[in-house]
């Protein structure tokens, strides 16, 4: 059943959105993944989750403000509040589902600590429904990180769970390689350093990295300037994006959207992908650079043609919405399908709002559901939403009132006032949970916070507000 919401989850400053979690066993999983629970060679790996090394960064920062860092993007407060909930301290509510959710959140952002506890969480079922598959794919990307803990799981799965002598050699070898990587890395900086001293381009971008990123050495952003911009001056192209991103965030330097956009085009220029898109981003905003969304089509299109994800769905929102393009559904279309194809959850998200409405494409509640469940299950807010009310209202996918509150609840977690307002309509009208007044009033009234209107129209249809 529902948690119910009542003034105390509101004293804790986080959104009351939380449904039971069932259990899932770890024999169904493996069964689904083909693997086999006998002939152990290992014994099971007791792992324990890695722990607040971000907590100095935010010194005496509350909860609450590390919580605003973490909605604003910053990949350590994610991680952080991920720990917070987890163990229920700094006056955070202890929940598993939101500690799994900010884990996610940090691990797609490259947090290799959270793609290390989100791969545990799918493993011991907390706060995400139990999946070896996925484990395995965040504990892959945590150890090849650097994240050590990680390898002893990777050997159970491919010795005990789901045999494969291969990939376990593979493994094997990858943390062969980060044992003498780690073991060289202390030595290998001083000549790294003394051949950026001499003046060496790409060892002057690898000692920045180094101390932007705070790799075995101090962080240390006025030092990771100083020499993204010696290599940058000598036209390294993966410098001058770099220096770039430092200028837009104000980190290490004065911020300065100018400078920003003078080195995203001189690595732009070099036909660095990634420095079309972001140059296409200053001119959609008209930071740095005056606003022109035709110049921010050239630049999406060329970062697109060479394959770049987030520039594909860029370019297909200019075709959606006729922007510094002519308007072409078709092509806004196929451009979502080009980067939904490369796992980019928004461009899922769009394509199945296109098969959905038939903008482009056919319609295809089927074909809707397929992308909104990809993108949904990478987090995307929106998608979920969608995803809710297909299960709602059993379109592309059988009627489930469950699953649709759960996917409301997701997408409530994070803030969504639509959602929010579905889950509300829920309980007024006893969809897949008992008829509960209190409780639509009490998700209406939050929807309604944010601006909802249907919300308030709602909150009118129950007596309140008038």
């Known amino acids: 059943m529902p948690i119910k919401c009542t003034k105390a989850f ?56 590390v919580q605003k860092k973490a909605n604003a993007g910053d990949v350590q407060a994610q991680a952080m509040m991920g720990d917070l909930h987890l163990q229920g301290d700094g006056g955070v509510m202890r929940n598993h589902f939101l500690a799994a959710h900010w884990y996610m959140k940090a691990a797609q952002n490259g947090n290799a600590r959270a793609q290390y506890n989100i791969g545990i969480l799918y493993l011991r079922s907390q706060g995400v429904a139990h999946s070896y598959r996925d484990a ?28 494969n002598s291969a990939k376990l050699a593979e493994w094997q070898s990858v943390e062969s390689r980060l044992e003498e990587s780690l073991q060289s890395a202390e030595e290998n900086f001083t000549d790294l350093l003394a051949k950026a001293e001499s003046g060496d381009a790409v060892a002057q971008r690898r000692v920045a990295l ?65 420095a079309k898109y972001s140059l296409g981003n200053l001119y959609i905003k008209g930071e740095g650079v005056e606003q022109s969304f035709e110049n921010a089509a050239a630049q999406f299109e060329a970062a697109a043609n060479d394959g770049y994800d987030r520039a594909q ?27 939904a194809q490369q796992g980019y959850a928004p461009a899922e998200r769009n394509l199945g709002i296109a098969y959905q409405f038939g903008h482009g494409v056919e319609a295809d509640d089927v074909q809707a559901v397929s992308w909104y469940e990809k993108a949904a299950i990478q987090d995307d807010t929106k998608a979920q939403e969608n995803l809710g009310f297909m299960y709602q209202a059993g379109r592309g996918v059988e009627k489930n009132y469950a699953l649709a509150m759960e996917w409301y609840q997701k997408a409530a977690a994070q803030g969504s006032a639509r959602a929010q307002n579905s889950i509300g309509v829920m309980y007024q009208f006893g969809k897949g949970v008992e008829v509960d007044l209190e409780q639509a009033r009490y998700w209406y009234q939050m929807s309604n916070a944010q601006g909802y209107e249907q919300a308030q129209l709602n909150l009118q249809a129950l007596g309140d507000g008038q």
Not at 38 to 63: D, H, I, K, M, N
């Open 10 to 65: 509101l004293m804790t400053g986080v959104a009351c959105a939380l449904l039971a979690l069932p259990a899932y066993s770890a024999q169904m999983d493996g069964q689904m993944d083909g693997g086999q629970l006998s002939g152990t060679t290992r014994a099971r790996p007791v792992s324990e989750l890695l722990l607040a090394p971000e907590a100095q960064a935010f010194g005496e920062l509350t909860a609450q403000e």
């Open 136 to 163: 395995m794919v965040w504990l892959g990307k945590a150890a090849r990180a650097g994240v050590r803990e990680a390898f002893p799981e990777i050997y159970y799965y491919y010795e005990a769970i789901r045999p």
């Open 313 to 339: 769905y860029a370019l297909g929102n200019l075709y959606r919405q006729g922007q510094g393009v002519d308007e072409d559904q078709e092509a806004a279309a196929r451009w979502f399908q080009a980067s």
């Open 210 to 274: 180094r101390y932007e990123q705070g790799r075995d050495i101090g962080l240390d952003l006025t030092l990771a300037a100083k020499w993204y911009q010696a290599a940058a001056d000598q036209g390294d192209a993966r410098a001058q994006d770099n220096l770039a991103d430092l200028y837009l965030a104000g980190k290490g330097v004065e911020q300065s959207p100018t400078q920003a956009a003078r080195w995203y085009q001189a690595a732009a220029d070099q036909g660095l992908a990634r």
